[in-house]
């Protein structure tokens, strides 16, 4: 099992040891912090999808995408979509997991063709 989500988790005794080190200043922390949602790309979002579906994703990856909003507004509606089908999964949450990966799919097709379309209109050279 691959994890696609970069964050890191402490989970058992350790955690519980921790808390009273780490709340405050976690607290102190999401005080400063200005920004609230995650700078994800539509090839991201559509990875998520996919190692959830095959069930292939880290421990913590599917938990991670569904609770930070998503810089994007489009691609943030298809993480809402799919937080909102309940687990565990059935037949017709699988369905509807798979019409979320084809339109993140297609947002990235449809992406990666405006960025180039736009690197030639204006002369640019991109990686």
Sequence with gaps: ???????????????IALVP????IA????????????DRSAAEVAGFLRDF?????????WDDFTSVPITNQRLDAIR???DRIPLPINQAGRIKLAELLARAEAFSIIGSELHLWWCQK??????
């Design 1 to 15: 099992m691959s994890r696609r989500s970069q964050d890191w988790h402490i989970s058992g005794w350790l955690a």
């Design 53 to 61: 579906i095959d069930g292939t994703g880290g421990e913590w990856d």
């Design 122 to 127: 204006c002369g640019s050279l991109c990686s």
């Design 80 to 82: 809402i979509e799919a």
């Design 27 to 38: 607290l102190v922390a999401k005080l400063v912090s200005t920004k609230k949602t995650r």
């Design 21 to 24: 080190l780490v709340l405050p």
